[in-house]
């Protein structure tokens, strides 16, 4: 069984190890939905740059992940094998036929008939409303009212753009000038899409209605209509110091080739910004950072939400670590060392003053927005890699991950106690992820990190974190995984937080997160769990199931395990195997299932490299443990 297993970890390694760039970092593709390739082609038609055969390549993509299932009904979902979603259906829609494709083509009357049959275009949601004010295809009426003068306001005051999320704060600014402005698409071959409303649009009254997620909503529904009826009254100069301020910001934070947050809906907002003011220096840079997400094959072409290579090359440093693949990892860490964030005070420091920075980005580069699950993954590997000369970057890492602790124990990913609730309920927020609140992934890893380095005046800090996390264990014995799906991710995470902080295995959190993780293994010896798990089905009912296992969640279960002291159980080796056949003939793992979640029932995402360098750390620590006396997990990842 080892000869194998020796085999596998030896042919896996080297795949990953061939992957690595020239100068010792990693990047996947990391793939969305249809949504984003498809604003893609509407922002060229926007701005009048169309390139013709990018955009056919596109077509083929955006055809290729149609879906034509019973419960998709001929639209677009929101991962591969997910049910119909009206939004980013309407927007693939707008963009094939924007491309070419005939509204009286098979594949276009699908979608439009299952687009029709799920209340039409005009019950989307809020982005893809804005989306066809901007074309004119809808009216402005459709869109809530967000007044570019709220970021004018002082901390006060309820609304604020510095009580929203990163994501919300770089996407909103320069999204509100372009709502403020009434910014039209130059949209050259004047294409709408009328048949997508089931009647006429000056019929239409009721653009933004319930059901409302609690009674704040009728509240910020009545405030909206008060709000529609002054706005034209605001007086002229406050509106113009609010445009001139949502200007500067954005150019402070433009990033370079890079862009606004490094995300994709700030950056095509910010460009479709710059050239409405015909600032052409600062509109090559935001268009510029939007290409280089471009993902371009011989056959198809698609558009990325945003790029990852910090996240990627810190996690294929644990995975090569494992398998002993050191002289690969020090130049993983020497590619790391210049991208920890040192110099800027970036939003964050709101909520933490005089916290020195010292985090990495999700991206190449995002000064103002480093990530706090990044920082503590990035630094667990430098701390056991255990070269002194990233003593410092440890150091500042250490520094910052303690500043930014939420006053109830727990972690955010970029901003601390960013948890004001009410604001997901303005009609702006129908997608419910306008905020960045404490989760259970990025706390557990921030618990693990700490606990790797083992400081003893840290321990507080540790022990508030095992605190929440004991909290937010579910009923069923798992933890919600908020940035990877789903209970699979996050008990994974969790389990492995506690076994670094000294948790006992037989403590009770840790055994019913193990019976649990151990009931969900599947026939065929894997894990595996669908994004339907953050769907509205009664709890439980999908947690950590799927139609197939998956590479990368049946190595995540595996590592939780052995993290609980279970290397030697049947469950484990039985996960190994599964591993061991599911390898390809180049010696890793693909999976066409998306891994990961934006924004739970909104925005899903496919890491291409987790099963790349995942399912090497499991089969590697596997070999590892089943080797050692104690069978004894040793590091907080």
């Known amino acids: ?13 080297a795949a990953l190890v061939g992957e690595q760039r020239h100068d010792g970092h990693y990047c996947y593709e990391l793939e969305a939905d249809a949504t984003i390739p498809a604003e893609y082609v509407l922002l060229e038609h926007h701005l009048d740059r169309i390139d013709e055969a990018l955009e056919q390549k596109i077509g083929v993509y955006l055809r290729r992940i149609q879906g034509n299932h019973d419960t998709n009904r001929g639209g677009w979902p929101l991962f591969h094998g997910g049910k119909f979603d009206l939004s980013a259906s309407v927007k693939a829609y707008y963009a094939l036929k924007i491309i070419g494709d005939s509204p009286d083509a098979p594949h276009m009357a699908r979608a439009r008939a299952a687009i029709l049959a799920h209340g039409g275009a005009e019950r989307a949601n809020v982005f893809t409303r804005i989306q066809l004010a901007l074309y004119g295809a809808a009216p402005w009426e459709a869109c809530p009212v967000v007044p570019i003068e709220a970021v004018l306001m002082p901390d006060w005051f309820p609304f604020t753009m510095r009580k929203v999320s990163y994501w919300s704060r770089t996407v909103m600014t320069p999204l509100m000038y372009l709502c403020a402005k009434r910014v039209r698409a130059r949209n050259p071959r004047q294409v709408y899409v009328d048949e997508l409303f089931t009647r006429p649009q000056s019929e239409i009254r009721d653009w933004i209605r319930g059901p409302y997620k609690s009674a704040w909503g009728p509240v910020f529904k009545g405030l909206d209509s008060v ?101 690969a990892v020090g130049p993983a860490c020497d590619w790391l060392i210049p991208r920890q964030i040192l110099d800027v005070v970036g939003d964050w420091a709101d909520n933490a003053p005089g916290v020195r920075p010292g985090g990495w980005a999700f991206q190449y580069a995002n000064a103002h927005y480093p990530d706090v699950d990044d920082t503590a993954v990035a630094g667990m590997l430098l701390h056991r890699l255990g070269d002194p000369k990233h003593a410092e970057a440890i150091a500042r890492a250490r520094e910052w991950i303690l500043g930014m602790q939420s006053t109830n124990g727990a972690w955010g990913a970029f901003d601390i106690n960013n948890d004001r609730q009410y604001l997901n309920h303005i009609p702006f927020a129908d997608h419910g992820a306008l905020l960045d609140p404490p989760t259970e992934d990025v706390s557990a890893r921030c618990v693990s990190f700490l606990a790797q380095l083992g400081y003893p005046e840290d321990r507080a800090a540790i022990e508030r974190g095992v605190k929440y996390l004991r909290q937010t264990q579910m009923p069923d014995g798992s933890w919600f995984g908020r940035w990877g799906t789903n209970y699979i991710y996050g008990t994974w995470s969790v389990l492995c937080a506690l076994n670094a902080a000294g948790v006992p295995h037989a403590d009770p959190a840790i055994l019913r997160a193990t019976a649990w993780l151990i009931s969900k293994q599947r026939p065929d010896g894997g894990w595996g769990e669908d994004c339907e798990s953050y769907g509205d089905a009664p709890a439980g009912e999908f947690h950590g199931v799927a139609e197939q296992s998956l590479p990368s969640q049946t190595a995540w279960a595996l590592l939780g395990l052995m993290a609980a002291g279970l290397a030697g159980h049947e469950a484990v080796a039985r996960g190994v195997g599964f591993l061991q056949a599911a390898q390809d003939e180049q010696g890793s793992w693909t999976e066409a299932a998306y891994n990961a979640v934006g924004f739970p029932r909104v925005f899903y995402l496919k890491y291409h490299g987790y099963p790349r360098f995942f399912p090497l750390q499991a089969l590697a620590r596997y070999k590892t443990l089943m080797a050692s006396n104690d069978r004894q997990v040793k590091f907080g990842f």
């Not at 069984?1 to 390694?13: T, Y």
């Not at 809906?265 to 935001?286: E, K, Q, S, T, V």
Request: proline share 4%; charged share 25%; net charge negative.
């Open 227 to 327: 709000l529609r009826l002054a706005e034209p009254y605001f007086p002229k100069a406050s509106r113009e110091k609010a445009v001139r301020k949502a200007i500067d910001w954005t150019i402070e934070r433009l990033n370079g080739e890079d862009g606004l947050g490094a995300i994709y809906p700030a950056m095509a907002n910010a460009a479709m910004m710059f050239d409405h003011l015909g600032d052409a220096a600062h509109f090559d840079i935001a268009f510029g950072s939007v290409k280089k997400l471009l993902v371009v094959k011989d056959d198809e072409a698609y558009c990325q939400p945003c790029l990852s290579p910090v996240w990627d090359t810190a996690l294929a440093g644990h995975a090569l670590m494992e398998a002993g693949a050191s002289e």
């Open 1 to 13: 069984m080892f000869e194998q297993l020796d085999n596998a970890i030896s042919r896996a390694r």
